[in-house]
């Protein structure tokens, strides 16, 4: 508040000199450089404003471009990671079970079901070494000896998937892209791949959903070039080789991200775009808009305002020959500034915020009105009491810490969160920005200034936020992250100690036609119910329950073996059984049960990490759902497959 008046009275004193000067000029010479000033400043000012928000529109438009790329990406990334994942197990299944009709006839019918569950799928197929068919979801397949993925797969020993370029429906179809995976024979020799395919329109499709303009577009292509979809038009630029366009020239070392001007080779039209590659699979996305459409409100508000500026100085200039009758009220403006540095003295000593002066012995000399609000107490009861004496003595020694380096002249300012008493409530949490005053002419440290305001209920926002992020919001229990970063932690530990630990993962039976049945607010409910037993289950400080992702879940058991995981296994199918919820789809019992598949953590190898479990756990809990489920299965339990060989879960 000192500097502030200073500052008024700095600015009555420049106005008394530029009166005076004033008055000695020539009224002609006055208004001409008045008025000259007032329109290049206008003009000046006008123009820098089109120019920022010209730059502000393009601003936008390239987060607005950004955020569409990242969740495309995340879209395309999520597809290919369905497809994905719908052959893993087929081409697991294959290596343990083999080739023959009993296999095919099974395994046909699960490419069915999940063509069928996963409408973005286009066709599911299983090819043997020579290119031929054995198994698909839909029409047989053709003969893909003769394409590129085939070839790879036949040549090369990677297990890992693969996505092919867009490849053609036969005869004269549409464009699909293809994710595939290689099947070994027992004897370790090429047996075959596993293929999935998406079709070019229904990322097409997708996008079109999205505003972008008429002339904007998005573009999905791999990593060579090649474009796998197109909002528009994409029967006409799907399968088109881009990679000799300066998009894909200019960046033979591409960022994962980035915004990208550019007049498309496709259509002539100038472009502004956010290209982001996939960190997971060989994509790009090239999310674009026509850039005239993006300038097209800002020109329009440009011209207008232009105009008004113009129209604005005309009027000015033919103002400003009346400007110096506004000499005369140089009083006026006297009396106004003090008018204002009254109000301004008003605001300070009615300000939310608590203003406190602190002398050397750390005593109130001066609070503002607003302690009230803040602490609960009146001016008149704080001043000549000791500053921090309703401090929280868990907070105590750091603020007293500040105040000292603030009294020592270590530091000028300094701001802390801490908590304090207060006269009506238990205990508030308070935010001070501290600084030190010091003693004219000698520039001695006199006290402290401290400038304090209520954050309880920032804080209660902060803690309800940090809740939010570890809980799922449908069951309660802890979310996904949470079970990771969970996991990481224990993982440690018992490999330090050497302890046991185990990890159920739980499946709910049938979930779907649980939903499809009774509708999605019951499976909510059934959600819930499951994540309660779960929970009971949990009855140590260390187990950890926690939901998976839909309708799986994971309990975390430290210092648990084999004997104990299998038991809570058992409670938690039990404690299901009594509730017994109706589910006339799960057959034969027609309850809602669960197939849980158990591991313990080994750490024989010293490489070996935490996911190695959840990993471990998900093929028992694989068995336990392929044997029928509603059952537990450990890892580690050994199997004799159909072929009469030996596997371990």
């Known amino acids: 508040m000192t500097n502030t008046c200073i500052a008024f009275e700095e600015a009555h004193a420049a106005m008394n000199s530029v009166r005076q000067k004033t008055a000695s000029l020539r009224l002609p010479i006055c208004v001409a450089v008045f008025v000259a000033v007032i329109c290049i400043g206008i003009l000046g000012l006008s123009s820098w404003r089109a120019w920022v928000s010209r730059s502000s529109d393009l601003k936008t438009a390239e987060i607005e471009m950004s955020n ?69 979801s839909g029409l047989a397949g053709p003969d893909i000896s003769d394409r590129e993925y085939f070839r790879y797969h036949m040549q090369s020993a990677s297990r890992d998937a693969l996505i092919g370029n867009p490849v053609q429906r036969r005869p004269g179809g549409g464009w699909i892209t293809t994710v595939s995976r290689r099947f070994n024979h027992s004897d370790g020799s090429f047996g075959g791949l ?50 000799d366009t300066p998009l894909m020239r200019n960046r033979s070392s591409p960022p994962s991200n980035g915004v990208y001007y550019f007049k498309s080779p496709l259509d002539g039209v100038t472009r502004l775009s956010f290209y982001r590659k996939s960190d997971r699979f060989p994509i790009n996305v090239l999310a674009t808009r026509a850039e005239d459409e993006v300038l097209a409100t800002w020109r329009q508000n440009a011209i207008t305002r232009m105009i008004f500026v113009v129209a604005l100085t005309l009027l000015i200039a033919v103002i400003g020959f009346f400007l110096v ?71 105590l020694p750091a603020v007293q810490a500040t105040v000292a380096a ?85 993982w440690a530990r018992a490999r330090r100690d050497g302890t046991a630990l185990s990890l159920l993962l739980i499946d709910v039976d049938h979930f779907k036609k649980y939903n499809d049945r009774y509708g999605h607010q019951a499976g909510d409910a059934c959600l819930k119910s499951v994540a309660q037993v779960l929970a009971a289950q949990a009855r140590r400080p260390a187990d950890f329950a926690a939901r998976y992702g839909g309708e799986e879940f994971v309990l975390l058991l430290p210092d648990t073996d084999r004997a104990g995981c299998e038991l809570i296994a058992t409670r938690i199918r039990d404690c299901l059984a009594d509730l017994g919820i109706d589910h006339e789809l799960s057959l034969p019992s027609q309850k809602v049960t669960v197939s849980i598949g158990g591991a313990i953590a080994a750490f024989q190898d010293s490489k070996a990490s935490s996911s190695s479990l959840v990993e471990a756990a998900d093929r028992a809990l694989y068995v336990a759902k392929d044997e029928g489920r509603d059952r537990l299965v450990m890892s580690g339990r050994v199997l004799t497959l159909s072929n009469g060989r030996i596997a371990v879960v």
């Open 325 to 395: 009758r506004q000499l005369v009220r140089g009083q006026r403006l006297v009396s106004a500034l003090a008018a204002q540095e009254a109000d301004f003295r008003l605001l300070a000593e009615n300000s939310s915020d608590m203003v406190t002066r602190i002398g050397m012995d750390e005593r109130i000399q001066y609070v503002s009105p607003s302690s009230i609000r803040v602490v609960g107490w009146s001016p008149e009861q704080l001043i000549g009491t000791p500053a921090l004496a309703g401090v929280n003595a868990e907070d």
């Open 68 to 136: 569409l790329a990242r969740s495309l990406t995340q879209h395309a990334e999520d597809t290919f990671d369905l497809l994905d994942a719908s052959i893993i197990g087929v081409a697991t299944r294959l290596e343990l079970e083999g080739t023959g009709p009993a296999a095919m006839a099974s395994l046909q019918k699960v490419l069915k079901a999940r063509q069928s569950a996963l409408k973005r799928i286009h066709g599911l197929f299983i090819y043997d070494e020579n290119g031929l068919c054995l198994a698909t």
């Open 194 to 243: 596993v293929l999935a395919t998406v079709g070019s329109e229904y990322f097409s499709e997708f996008y079109k959903e999205f505003d972008i303009g008429e002339k904007g577009a998005i573009i999905l292509l791999n990593n060579a070039g090649i474009i796998l979809a197109r909002s528009k038009d994409n029967n006409i630029y799907a399968g088109r080789d881009m990679s």
């Open 406 to 490: 603030l009294k020592r002249g270590e530091e000028r300012d300094a701001r802390i969160v801490y908590r304090s008493r207060h006269r009506k409530k238990t205990e508030v949490w308070i935010e001070s920005t501290m600084r030190v005053t010091r003693e004219l002419g000698t520039d001695k440290i006199n006290g402290v200034v401290a400038i304090s305001r209520d954050m309880t209920e920032h804080k209660d926002l902060e803690q309800k936020l940090a809740s939010l992020a570890t809980l799922d919001g449908l069951t309660g229990i802890a979310n996904r992250r949470h079970f990771d970063e969970h996991l990481e932690r224990e």
